[in-house]
């Protein structure tokens, strides 16, 4: 029996909790180290302090607790033994061991899930995971029967005689006889011995090794020189693959039996590859020049305005040309086209979804902007999509950018799938969908997650391969397939990639009754893509609407066990091994809502209200409390519950079921979901979230989830081999960790990166006692100085430093970080921050400054620069009222501080690959004096007043802020978009029900704008049409984003602290405010790389700034309050003098019509069936308002 002191695997925060909740010095458990395997950590509390000591196995399985030199040691047989002796008095603990701390009781431990429909055992035929190099052990049987061996003697001849006898009855008149005699030979004198070594236990057959090697002798020879020419005339044929991709040289090997079937198979496949795709090219003839594996031309109908008369026209996009082709009729001949090389960049007007402007350069080298007008924003998006494909395609770079990541996972219901699943690959149904203009570009990587999947490894791999090569005529390949119990996950690749991908790794984890059963729990993959690291998770967590904590604890479990990545990692879970990590998966997370409103859920349903019930949503009033996936982000859910369906339809939720103890209700809910988190600062866009419709075999509707997803190349040194790379360093300046623990220990810093050749660790710092009872550990001047393996800024400003806070006594990890190397400036002080945390929950936080040396040299533009944003000009100054005006808790800079922006200028394009970071619980954004507030967008559309910055359609859901539910909640107001505040959000701030009221607010300034947008929905009804001279004025109708920053500037990451006091004492001649302690986030990333934070009552580091040194322009009474922020009255508003900006160009009445068009109604549209609800002009402001 294990005695109730060990406590097993809790994580070390888990034991400091259980500690002070007694309270008594002398409480003690014994916990499994998280540093060391098979080693334990007793833990004992001590005035309010932890005592961590180290319990140490020897080679004879004797305990002992680890002591300083010179302290005698003593040995256990047993942990009882060594706890009882340590309960004596002065021997050699802080305290003795007084009154153990028993286990928690689990009440969901152990009880079998009410929902399996079967019993709880492994599948009949459990599948294998397919290995390449399988031994030829796994077809052997043994030939003699055991169960009665004395009669087999008897009865039956000797295995040799048996065969010699088949031999003889066999026609061997063709045979070349030095290959029968070979055969002959063995039989007699060498099967014998293979039976030996059979009978051993071995899967070696070296006799009959050898005998296949003299038979296949001068067959693999010719094998091997045929081989590369049949290649070469699939590649003849083949046009699928990239022009720059280059034969796989041949390696000769030994003509064994496993060479030899393998090249044998190579052999079959190849002929049968070949004759496919000549029949298929003489099928549609030789003047098809665009076969079907290849991108066909697509056309777009567009408007654009020539001398003020809008005009439409025909945008031709020929991906494999390379051109973009300008026609003005479908049917008609091409007036111009623009090569590849001569379209410079896509700018998105985040105002106008369905607006492009296409930068070009003309025959005499100058730049010209062309402005469309696209019939939908997906239209605009499917054309973007091409126009990038077309770029990558003929790209002079040997190694990609950017890749796109399918992700896909459903529940089978255990159930065979229906004969076509095309539509779930082409991101086809409800929610966030894809045009169908880009169904011919084919994902780089196809990661498909399936849970109660009843199939075969082999039969659903060819299941997904023939689909795949359905919608895009190629033959993806295997890169791993893991399955536990009926939890699978597949990741399929083009083969072109098949070089790019390696260290492939697999793992699983059970948590299950007793985390001893594999019917629920995750499986996962990672590998290295170039040099990026991509993770993948398909979980199925338990089931049960009211075992969400259960759900919290298998989620914490499959983050501390599921071993991904780099080993060398280990002191980091996979939320920090990868440089992006994709967890799906049947989360079994529901809709906490009484069973007696299941009619009513119903009817949300039907109306498309889902924001009403997402503000039930357990997983993201999880998260919101920062219980799980904390970091992580989910794209805005835009499509109906997947689960629970009747089967064989999608229109009937069938929520009871009949239970021997009564009625069991499964009300409709998001059970399959897809998250995400990345390093910061790293390139990551979701282009689609939603489900399939069509798909009706399992109760469950399958999920998609689409990603632009940055990628680094294995970057060589320009100096050439052997050459020492000594310009670049990385250096750490007044760095402290802030920690919340209880543990008495003094703590050192490790320093893990790819571009480090070993991980380097620091002296210890020297602690502190902190605010609310946090430890504060100094660092100061003795940081280590890091030297990477290469300093070009191409190679260097693409890399992360992880950090990992540990403990002197145990060297247990207290907390883990990472920080972006993409600075916006090298050999300057720059002021860093990440948060800390460990087995999923926050830890503290962690910040100083940072300063890069590299070498000479520039970054390269990257694909994903391509296309950009832009900000339209009359955004600026009402979206920064309405944001001042609407929440008390977010105070923006006076409107008069921002500098007007021409909507037609090339130079304010907004990049939203790189955003500001943050932690949003720790920091608090202070912009210098020059530079404006930003809020940043990826073709976000504006259905608020202001604009909530995101990725794809959606902002994400802040790092360390609680998620919220989608942005059509009525009346949130938690905080998503990157406002100034300059408090921290307290639990009643964050995140309020949708039914409270909002503040009062000024009518003129907070005027709710909606923008018609096809690939969402919206709650309320339409609005009617507004009058034609509303339409026709766009200041009236439109609220704006916040201005776009000044490009001479410091990125939103990095913002020097003197912006802090010159903020605060602008315009009152007054000392500033006492700084707020930390930056707020800029919501696009996670977290990570910031500006300059401190802790309360601290000046901030570095700061030299006089108050007077920024002055605001005239008219600025507004000063930012450093705590509390007192909301304005309206009559000081209205007070406030109007804003200095030059007038705006006239536009011709044609251009405003065009520009203010109303978009293609999508209500009646069965195209779009979510889209039926829009909120009306005069409804609150929904959450992006409350920013």
């Known amino acids: 029996m294990v005695p109730c ?8 925060s888990k034991a400091e909790e259980l500690l002070s909740r007694t309270g008594k010095d002398g409480s003690f458990l014994v916990r499994a180290s998280e540093s060391v395997s098979r080693a334990y950590a007793l833990c004992v509390l001590y005035r309010n302090c932890v005592y961590t000591y180290r319990i140490l196995p020897n080679e004879d399985d004797k305990f002992t607790v680890q002591a300083s030199e010179g302290v005698p040691v003593r040995f256990f047989t047993k942990l009882d033994q060594l706890i009882e002796f340590y309960k004596k008095e ?57 169960d009665n061996p004395r009669a087999a003697e008897v009865s039956r001849p000797s295995l040799s005689e048996t065969l010699f006898q088949r031999l003889q009855t066999m026609d061997t008149s063709g045979l070349p006889e030095e290959h029968l005699k070979a055969i002959q030979d063995y039989l007699s004198t060498q ?49 699928q693959l990239s022009p720059s991709l280059r034969p796989r040289p041949q390696v000769l090997g030994e003509a064994n039996p496993i060479n030899m079937v393998a090249k044998l198979s190579q052999l079959t496949s190849l002929l049968s590859s070949i004759e496919d795709k000549v029949k298929a090219l003489l099928h549609e003839g030789p003047e098809s020049s665009h076969w079907r594996s290849l991108i066909p031309p697509v056309t777009f109908e567009v408007k654009s305005e020539s001398l003020g008369i809008p005009q439409k026209l025909q945008l031709k996009v020929d991906v494999e040309s390379g051109k973009l082709i300008i026609k003005k009729s479908k049917d008609g001949s091409e007036d111009k086209f623009y090569s590849h090389k001569k379209i410079l960049q896509l700018i998105k007007s985040q105002k106008f979804l369905n607006k492009l402007v296409i930068l070009v350069e003309t025959e005499k080298e100058k730049t010209l902007r062309k402005e469309y007008v696209f019939a939908d924003s997906k239209k605009r998006e499917g054309f973007c999509q091409l126009l990038q494909q077309m770029k990558n395609k003929h790209s002079e770079q040997p190694e990609p950018d950017m890749i796109t990541i399918f992700i896909g996972t459903w529940n089978m219901g255990n159930a065979p799938p229906p004969k076509k699943i095309t539509s779930w690959f082409l991101s086809k149904g409800q929610g966030k969908t894809r045009d169908d203009s880009a169904d011919y570009i084919p994902h780089d990587i196809y990661v498909i997650g399936t849970q109660e999947d009843p199939l075969g490894e082999k039969e659903w791999l060819e299941i997904l391969k023939h689909s795949l090569q359905e919608i895009t005529s190629m033959t993806f390949k295997t890169v791993a397939i893991h399955t536990l119990w009926n939890i699978r996950i597949a990741v399929l690749a083009k083969p072109e990639h098949e070089n790019r991908i390696s260290h492939v790794c697999t793992n699983n984890v059970k948590t299950g009754i007793a985390n001893t059963l594999g019917n629920k729990g995750a499986v996962g993959v990672s590998f290295m893509f170039n040099g990026t690291s991509l993770g993948f998770v398909n979980s199925h967590l338990t089931s049960g609407s009211e075992k969400k904590l259960r759900r919290n604890q298998n989620y914490m479990n499959i983050l501390r066990f599921l ?53 039930h949503d357990q997983l993201l009033m999880e998260r919101k409390e920062q219980k799980v996936f904390l970091h992580f982000e989910e794209e805005e859910i835009t499509f109906a519950p997947t689960y629970r369906f009747e089967r064989l339809t999608r229109d009937k939720y069938a929520y009871t079921k009949q239970k021997a103890t009564g009625m ?8 399959d979901r897809v998250l995400w988190k990345s390093y910061p600062l790293v390139h990551v866009v979701c282009q689609s979230y939603g489900s399939t419709s069509d798909i009706m075999t399992s109760d469950h509707s399958p999920v998609f989830a689409t990603f632009e997803a940055g990628v ?82 191409e190679y260097l400003l693409d890399q992360h430093i992880l950090i990992s806070i540990k403990s002197s006594d145990s060297d247990e990890s207290y907390g883990e970080g990472c920080i972006a190397l993409r600075l916006e400036a090298t050999e300057t002080q720059l002021p860093i921050y990440t948060p800390l945390t460990h087995h999923g929950e926050m830890m503290g936080h962690f910040q100083g400054e940072i300063k890069l040396q590299t070498s000479q040299g520039k970054k ?19 979206s920064l009222k309405s944001l001042t005006s609407q929440d008390p808790m977010k105070q923006w800079e006076p409107a008069n501080r921002v500098p007007p922006c021409s909507g037609s200028s090339i130079t304010e394009i907004i990049n939203p690959n790189y955003m500001g970071v943050g932690a949003f619980n720790y920091m608090k954004q202070t912009p210098s004096p020059d530079q404006q507030p930003t809020a940043w967008s990826y073709d976000q559309p504006l259905k608020d007043s202001s604009l909530g910055p995101g990725r794809g359609e959606s902002p994400p859901t802040p790092p360390s802020q609680p998620p919220l539910s989608p942005k059509k909640f009525s009346s949130s107001t938690a905080t998503r978009g990157p406002c100034l505040r300059t408090q921290e959000p307290r639990p009643g701030d964050v995140g309020k029900s949708a039914g409270e009221p909002l503040p009062p607010e000024d009518p003129q300034l907070t005027k709710p704008e909606m923008f018609e947008n096809p690939l969402y929905g919206s709650v309320s009804a339409f609005p009617k049409p507004a009058p034609r001279k509303e339409q026709e004025s766009p200041k009236m109708l439109r609220k704006e984003p916040p201005p776009c920053p000044d490009p001479g500037i410091l990125s939103p990451s990095i913002l020097l602290s003197k912006a802090q006091e010159a903020e605060g004492s602008k315009g009152t001649g007054k000392p500033a405010p006492a700084p707020t302690p930390f930056l707020s986030p800029t919501p696009r990333v996670r977290s990570f790389t910031c500006s300059s934070s401190t802790t309360e009552g601290r000046p901030p580091v570095g700061d030299k700034g006089s108050p007077g040194k920024s002055k605001a322009p005239a008219g600025s009474q507004v000063p930012v309050p450093a705590k509390r922020p007192i909301k304005p009255s309206r009559s000081e508003l209205s007070q406030q003098p109007p804003v200095q900006r030059p007038p705006l160009p006239v536009k011709s009445p044609a251009v405003l019509h065009l520009q ?32």
């Open 5 to 12: 002191w060990n406590h097993g695997n809790i994580t070390r």
């Open 90 to 146: 002065n021997m050699g603990l802080v305290t003795h061991l007084q009154y153990p701390v028993p286990l928690e009781e689990d009440d969901a431990c152990d009880e079998p899930e009410e929902e399996t429909e079967g019993v709880l055992s492994p599948p009949e035929l459990p599948p294998r995971n397919i290995h390449l190099s399988a031994g030829p052990c796994e077809a052997k049987e043994v030939p003699v029967s055991n």
């Open 191 to 239: 099967l014998t011995l293979d039976s030996d070594f059979v009978k051993s236990g071995s899967c070696s057959l070296p006799h009959l090794k050898k005998l296949t090697a003299l038979l296949c002798k001068e067959l693999y020879g010719e094998v091997t020189r045929t081989l590369p020419t049949l290649e070469s005339l699939q590649r003849l044929f083949d046009q």
């Open 563 to 615: 071993a991904l990545g780099d080993k060398k990692l280990s002191s980091f879970n996979i939320t920090h091994r990868f440089t992006h990590l994709f967890w799906l998966g049947d989360l079994n997370y529901r809709v906490e809502l009484p069973t007696w409103e299941a009619e009513a859920i119903i009817q949300k349903i039907k109306q498309q209200q889902y924001a009403d019930l997402l503000a």
């Open 664 to 671: 069991k209700y499964n009300l409709p809910s998001w059970c």
């Open 712 to 793: 680094t190349s294995q970057f060589v040194s320009k100096n050439g081999p052997g050459t020492v790379d000594s310009q670049g360093q990385i250096e750490f300046l007044r760095c402290y960790a802030t920690l919340k623990t209880k543990s008495q220990t003094k703590f050192y810093l490790e320093f893990h990166s790819s571009c480090l050749e070993s991980f380097v660790k620091s002296q210890e710092g020297e602690n502190e006692e902190g605010s609310e009872g946090e430890l504060v550990v100094k660092f100061g001047e003795t940081l280590p100085k890091l030297k990477p393996i290469i300093s070009d800024p």
């Open 860 to 878: 390269r533009e990257k694909l994903y620069d391509f296309v950009k944003t832009e900000r339209d000009e009359s955004s600026v100054s009402k």
């Open 1156 to 1187: 203010h068009s109303r978009g293609r109604d999508y209500r009646d549209n069965a195209e779009f069936p979510h889209l039926a609800k829009h909120r009306p002009e005069d409804a609150p402001p929904g959450r992006a308002a409350m920013q």
